[in-house]
Every structure is written in C-alpha cells, then in structure tokens.
C-alpha cells in the first residue's frame, strides 16, 4: 500500500534518494507509523512506503543518513532486512588492500558491515534490502582497482515468509479444529454436544480446549503478540495489535471461565476458545492467500528479471568460456548461440540473424541484425549465430532500467491515496476506542459475554489492510501489465494523471512518421524502365549523403539492383547533384537543378505530388527528362489506427511539428488529424503544448521534444526515441508505436476505475460491517456478529481486493479502433 504525500522532486544535488525494506508491516497502519517516523528525522525531505512490495524510499540530505534511517525503522519496531553476500576479489596483496576494499564496499547505499578476507580473496558484505545489488558491490570494488565478482546471495525473503505462513496455518488449523468441531458440532447437532459432555464432561472438555487453543497463540499465533503488542506499548497499535487484543481477551475470558468460575456471575460462565482459535487460523490463512496474490501482482517483475540470463560465453584467451553474467565487462566479446538469450547490451561484431525482441518491446516480428546493428539484452536470438561486444552491463543494460522503471512506478503515491492515508492514521486507535465503548455500553446494557463476543467481534473485524492495500496493488498489477505490454510508466502519478488526460498531441517526424525518408513514388518517361531509372539515379546519390539519397539508395538495395559506377561528382546544395555514369551525363534534383530541360508532364506531376507532402526529383539524362522520383517520411502502418483508437476513447489527436505546413497537413490529412501547428520552432512546441489547455498528453522522439514532454500534463515518449526525450517523459512506448498510447491510456483509466472499486469496498466493508460487528442490530432482532465470522470476513476483505486488482492482467495486449477504458 501507499501512504503519505507524493514524494518532492530533488532540487539539489544534494538530495539523495534511500530504499529500504522494512519488515513486519502488515497494514495500513504500520505503513503510516513508517512514514511518520522516517520524516520525522532531521534532513529528510520526503518518505513513501509500499505495503504490497514491502519498501520504503526516503529522499533525505545532510544532516540525515541512511545508517541513521535504518536506526530509525529499526526503533519504530520495523527493522530494515538485511542479507550477506560474497564477493571474490582478486588483486589483494596486503593489509591496505583489504583496508581500502572493505572502505569502497561500506561507502555503498546499505552496506552495514564489509570485512575483506586476504587469505581467501574474498570479501563478505551485509547489505540491507533494498542497498546496493550484488553487481553494483562488485562493480565499485573493479572501480577501485579489485577485479571483483559475486558468489551468491541470500534467497528473497518472500518464498521463505510464505512457506512460514502456510506452515502456521496449517498448524493452526489442526489445532483448532478438534475444538471447532466440539463446540459448533454441539450446536449444530446437540445429541453430539450431548455424548461429548457425557464421555468427557464439560471440565475436561474446557481444559482440553484450553491447551490446544493455548498452543495455537503460543505458537502459530506469536506473530501477533510478538509485533502487536510492542506496537500497542509504544502507542503505536496496528493490525497485529487489534488481532493479538481480540484474540488474548477471548482466551482469558475463557481461561477464568474454566480455571476460575467464581470470578464470572454463572450466567457469564462460558468460553470462547474456538473463536480465539479460528480467528488465528482465518487470519493466517488470508495472509497466506494474500502473500500468494501478491506474488502473482509482481509477476510482471519476475518475467523481466528472468529475461536476463545467468551466464554468457565470452571470448578470452583461452577461448569461449562461460561465465556469470555478473562478472561481465564493457568491451567483452560474446557468443550467442541460435536461440539464446543476448546476455548484456552492445553491437554486433559478426554473423547475421533475426532477433525477437517482442518481449521488450511488443514488436512481434524479429528484427534482422548484421553487423554494426544495436543488441538488447534479454532478447531472443534466432536461428544465425552471433558475436557482439558488450557496450553496458550490469545496472546500465535496458533490461537494468526497465526493471527499475517498473519498481519505482509500482512504488509510487498517487495522489488518490491522500485521503486514505489521513484515515488509515487514525484508523487502528479509533477501533479500538469503538472496542471499548462497545464493551462499556454492553455491560450497562447486556451481559458480560455479550460485551467480550462484541468487543472481540469489533477488533477482528476492522481491517486497515484491504485500505492500505487498495491502491498499491493495483498500482503493481497495472503497470507490470503495461511493462508486458511495452508501456512503461517513469513516474506513479502519470497513472493517475493519463486517466484524467483530454487530447494527445504528437510531434510527427519519428512519432507518427517513420523517421526517414522512403521513395515513395517513380514515374518513367516514355522510353525508360523503371527499373533502369532508379540504378542510375541511386548511381549518382551513392556519392551524396543527403537524407533524401539515403531514401533511393535504399530503395535500390531493396530491389536487389547493382549500383553503376559514377565520375566527375558533383553536388549543388539546396538543388540536387550530377554525375557520369555509363558515358551520359545524368542530373537529378528539383526544378532549379534541371533549369532548361523540358520537364513536360512531369512538372505537373511534381505538383501533385508536393500537395501531398512529398519532395519531388527529376532525373535527366544527357539534358533529356527521363523521370520523375518522389520521397517523403512516411506514416507508421498504425499510426492512423491510433488516432481512430483515440477518437473512439474522446481524446481529439493534434499535430506539433516543425516540418513545413505543406507536408503537415499532408500527414495530417492522411491520418485523420485536424488541428495542426506547423512550422513551430524546438522552443516555441511548449507554448503550443500550453495553448492547447490543460490536460493535454504529448507524445514525441527526438531531443527537440525534450521541453514539450516534460510541459505536458503528461509527456510520453516513443521508446525507439533519444535517451534525453525518454528521460524527460513520464510514459515511455517501448515500441515506436503510436498505437501505444491508446493501449497507455487504457492501462490508466481501467487502474484507476480498479482503485475506486478496491477503495469502495475497502471503506464500504468497514463502514457497514463494524456496527454490525459492535451489536447495533441487536435491538432490532438482528443476530450478533460472531467473532469467528468476523475473523473470516477480516481476512476476505484484502483478499477480495487482490483479487479484484488482479483482473488487471487481462488487460488485452492488442487493442481494437472499438476499445473502451
């Protein structure tokens, strides 16, 4: 869950950013006490804690430290997990060796204790969750100077606390049932209570349940008491507190019932060990479905951090070894067989292939790679095989920072969750203010059991968690979703906001266009092949490095066509460019270059074709026309679906771009946009941006959108784009495309409709059911609420909210032009 405001941007170098892993939060409560104690430490400027993935991120400067905050979580009863990891570390060869290794090592987020082994060259390092990873400790140690490697790590605490949960519940559940079943048994069938009371009598029979229930607290059950009652001292009570009151009151009631009868008036003197008992047990048992549903929330984590492989086979000289992923350096040559994952990012150094990179980016085809061409790691190789040369490893491969984004936008603090955080504060203390006022008014009114089952009803049934956890786990449901469909959400609060967004603009080139110029037309005059034309004239641009060349050079390849030999190049700026080929004189450009050549037919041709946003070149051979080539940027194949997709969502589409209006209007025209800024200078697309009003998403590439991206209510950059454009977004489209921004803003609305639904019900269950629970339907002839009943409810609720939260990954991962939010 989230709680608290959203974090404040760094506006200083020196503000610094922790992430912690506290452990034994339970609920929204515990969340709160978190906050509150972290931003009560002097230098911090802000602090988040998640409740579904179990962290805390706290930006703080001078004179806080992270030693000082892990001090602080640890005395607010929420002490930071810790783990011990090994390092082997080559290159040591005396005392000051280790002394300085063991000084990098303690100088890295989380380190708590580092002790370097000159004997064995190894280094043994405790960390805190949520610090520095095994490869960023291995890597500061190569930095100094240390060739540097892990030999393993800890296993993540999650498998193990759910394997102690399940285990307790079972446990418990044993225990409990003998007990169950002699109480509810009787009422439900009373010869059974009858021929109990009569082969054991009812002494015996208490005593038994006693021990038996005695045991469930002592044993499954000492989590509660461990955690709540602790946090019930320090005047800090949360979930565990409400449960280990509930449940010690039922137990103690029952215990002097059995132990102690003259203490209760007769009619008192009965007990209530099966409601102890099943209440531990149900409870347990939600925490067991709810650790369960949690790991299915973060699956889309799991999915990207299984996309990177163990180890790689790199090129040494000893020839192709294979070798842990982590101890792989920038520079590595690296074999990858066919149907391998690529192991680290770089370039293709030999060999040619196809590689799936769908599982990145959402492209469903493999893209063809040679020599020269960018590798990700985590991607598919097919069936050639490769040599690449890593260019980033480690924390800085796309992967690394891909799985970052999605951790810190499932971290994240919407703004929704403000109201939830002012409730749940004060939450646990006003039950247990109810409690009491509900035991007080059935002991004026009633009889002392009346007063303990209401009472205990009363605490079992509140439950902060279904609250703290109705926003955050949609929030990790949603956007892993959005990562498996290559959108990736930068910033939490663009979740929010991209719910709320009523019109898209887009820059063109690169966005809604492909980026560079394609021959998109070739018209022969009477007498010539076409064929025949686009040799020649790609003869001539083999020699110009013009943008548009490009386009016909790569036309010509594309048709398989053997490039003439050209002398006597030249080139004339604006115009176009000639060349000898084959013994004739050929020119090629616009009108300008070909000034007194009869151009016929082909001027009006070029015309049309200039309506239509393309830049039209005539090609003359020996002073005679001989045709008429046409290039432009073309539209993205999908680029026109997603405006449609955005129609039907409500949301207008515009056009900022700095091409001429000519060919804007031309894109425009093509895919069905309307309004249309062209012309507009890199500095002025923010004043447009601002002209459309508020609400406005932008979607651009290139380094020039940078500005406009992060005016926007919410920028959104196309993944294939420059690393500033991604960096300044708040969305970024893995894919190059557009298409991506429907499907963005799909993820967003459906999250939040999720969130108002987890939240509804979170507050609703509380509201209707804690009246309920203290007895006020009683008067009316309405039944009071078992504790036992209650428990069941208690531990329902948060799982009914994960569950409703994981619907969420049904998203569909290809949206149609009738797609609804």
């Not at 607010?76 to 063991?102: N, Q, S």
């Not at 690296?334 to 040619?352: K, S, Y």
């Not at 609060?493 to 690169?510: H, N, Y």
């Not at 090629?588 to 070029?606: P, S």
Request: charged share 15%; net charge neutral; proline share 6%.
């Amino acid at each position: 869950m989230n709680a608290g405001a959203p974090l404040p941007q760094a506006t200083s170098p020196a503000l610094l950013t922790a992430r912690f892993s506290p452990e034994g939060m339970t609920c929204a409560s515990c969340v709160a006490r978190v906050e509150r104690a972290l931003r009560a430490v002097p230098g911090v400027a802000g602090a988040r804690v998640n409740l579904a993935d179990e962290t805390a991120e706290v930006r703080f400067a001078a004179p806080a430290t992270r030693a000082a905050l892990a001090d602080v979580l640890a005395g607010a009863g929420y002490p930071v997990r810790e783990t011990t990891v090994m390092l082997a570390v080559e290159g040591m060869t005396c005392a000051a060796c280790t002394g300085r290794v063991e000084r990098v090592l303690a100088a890295q987020p989380g380190v708590t204790r580092a002790a370097a082994n000159l004997a064995t060259r190894r280094a043994e390092v405790t960390v805190q969750q949520g610090g520095a990873s095994v490869a960023e400790l291995a890597a500061a140690v190569t930095r100094a100077g240390y060739a540097a490697a892990p030999l393993g790590a800890a296993p993540d605490h999650r498998a193990e606390d759910l394997a102690a949960l399940t285990r307790d519940a079972w446990l418990a559940a044993g225990l409990t049932l003998p007990v169950f079943l002699a109480e509810m048994g009787g009422h439900l069938y009373p010869p059974f209570h009858h021929w109990l009371l009569g082969l054991l009598g009812q002494g015996p029979l208490w005593v038994a349940q006693f021990l038996l229930i005695s045991a469930v607290l002592a044993l499954p059950g000492r989590r509660f008491f461990a955690k709540g009652l602790p946090a019930l001292w320090r005047l800090a009570p949360d979930m565990n507190s409400l449960v280990a009151l509930g449940t010690l009151a039922a137990w103690a009631y029952s215990t002097i019932a059995t132990f102690a009868p003259a203490l209760l008036p007769p009619e008192a003197r009965v007990v209530y060990f099966e409601a102890a008992g099943v209440i531990v047990a149900l409870i347990l048992l939600g925490r067991v479905l709810e650790a369960r549903a949690r790991g299915r929330a973060g699956a889309a984590i799991a999915g990207l951090i299984r996309l990177q492989p163990r180890t790689a086979r790199v090129e040494g000289p000893d020839g192709i070894t294979e070798q842990p992923i982590d101890s792989l350096t920038i520079g590595a040559r690296i074999h990858i067989r066919p149907g391998e994952r690529v192991a680290v990012d770089g370039l293709v150094l030999a060999g040619e292939s196809a590689v799936d990179e769908s599982l990145l980016t959402g492209e469903s085809l493999p893209v063809a790679k040679a020599p020269g061409d960018a590798l990700t790691g985590g991607t598919v190789n097919g069936t050639g095989a490769l040599v690449m040369q890593a260019t980033r490893v480690g924390a800085d491969t796309a992967l690394a920072r891909i799985i970052r984004m999605v951790e810190q936008a499932q971290g994240a603090k919407l703004p929704v969750q403000a109201l939830v955080d002012r409730i749940t504060l004060w939450f646990v203390p006003v039950v247990l203010v109810v409690a009491l006022l509900t035991v007080a008014v059935w002991l004026v009114f009633g009889t002392m059991a009346q007063a303990l089952v209401a009472g205990v009803a009363v605490l079992i049934i509140a439950c902060p968690c279904a609250m703290g956890l109705a926003t955050p786990v949609s929030i990790m449901v949603g956007t892993g979703r959005a990562a498996e469909l290559g959108v990736l959400f930068r910033r939490g609060d663009a979740l929010q906001m991209l719910a709320g967004v009523r019109q898209v603009a887009f820059d063109k080139t690169g966005t809604l266009t492909e980026g560079r110029p394609v021959l998109t037309d070739l018209l022969a005059a009477p007498g010539w092949e076409r064929a025949e034309l686009l040799r020649l004239a790609a003869g001539v641009e083999a020699g110009s490095e013009h943008p548009l060349a490009g386009a016909i050079l790569r036309a010509a390849s594309e048709h398989g066509l053997a490039l003439p030999g050209a002398a006597g190049f030249a080139a004339r700026p604006g115009q176009g460019a000639s060349a000898m080929i084959e013994g004739r004189r050929l020119t090629i450009g616009n009108a300008a270059m070909l000034a007194g050549v009869d151009l016929g037919d082909l001027a009006a041709e070029a015309d049309r074709l200039h309506g239509l946003g393309r830049s039209a070149l005539f090609l003359a051979v020996d002073g005679q026309a001989a045709g008429l080539l046409a290039v432009a940027d073309r539209a993205k194949p999908t680029a026109r679906a997603a405006i449609t997709a955005l129609a039907a969502m409500g949301l207008p589409a515009a056009m900022i771009t700095g091409d001429a209006p000519g060919v804007a209007r031309a894109i425009g025209a093509e895919l069905g946009i309307t309004r249309i800024s062209a012309g507009v200078l890199p500095g002025a697309k923010v004043d447009a941006i601002r002209a459309l009003g508020p609400g406005t998403a932008f979607v651009g590439d290139g380094i020039n959108d940078a500005p406009a991206l992060a005016a926007a209510d919410v920028g959104i950059a196309i993944g294939t784009g420059t690393d500033v454009a991604i960096e300044s977004a708040d969305v970024v489209l893995m894919a190059g495309d557009p298409a991506g921004v429907a499907t963005a803003i799909t993820v967003s609305r459906r999250t939040m409709a999720n969130i108002r639904q987890n939240l509804l019900w979170a507050f609703g269950y509380n509201a209707a059911l804690i009246p309920v629970a203290a007895g006020v339907l009683v008067p009316f002839g309405g039944p009071q609420l078992s504790p036992m009943l209650a428990a069941g409810a208690m531990a329902l609720s948060s799982v009914f909210v994960l569950t409703n939260a994981l619907r969420l990954r049904r998203i569909p991962a290809h949206l149609t032009e009738k797609s609804q939010p």
